[in-house]
Nanobody, 116 residues
Framework: QVQLVESGGGLVQAGGSLTLSCAASGFAFSSYGMRWHRQAPGKERELVASISSIGGVTNYADSVKGRFTISKDNVKNTTHLEMNRLNPDDTAVYYC?????????WGRGTQVTVSS
């Protein structure tokens, strides 16, 4: 049974930090690239960060570049998103996605709220 479970969301003040985690099971995690997306109320889902299957290549949305860091642990089958210097515009539900060829799996999301 494939599972992606996000954790680590919560309420934080502007300027603060959070680290999100995504625990994977039920598939060959090391073969999959991982992505973090977010969706704010009334807005389209946005791709925030991605990392290649072995972690050698990362990409970030311009809105988070220099503040967020994505990482992947193929031993623990987890992906993390370290978020620094958070601002209210980062408020959203954050989702992780596993991608390999034509297969993809999604988690259910974790809420991040940044207060001003």
């Amino acid at each position: 049974q494939v599972q992606l479970v996000e954790s680590g969301g919560g309420l934080v003040q502007a300027g603060g930090s959070l680290t999100l985690s995504c625990a994977a099971s039920g598939f060959a995690f090391s073969s999959y690239g991982m992505r973090w997306h977010r969706q704010a109320p009334g807005k389209e889902r946005e791709l925030v960060a991605s990392i290649s299957s072995i972690g050698g290549v990362t990409n970030y949305a311009d809105s988070v570049k220099g503040r967020f860091t994505i990482s992947k642990d193929n031993v623990k089958n987890t992906t993390h998103l370290e978020m620094n210097r958070l601002n209210p515009d980062d408020t959203a539900v954050y989702y992780c996605e596993a991608v390999w060829l034509d297969r993809n799996y999604w988690g259910r999301g974790t809420q991040v709220t940044v207060s001003s």
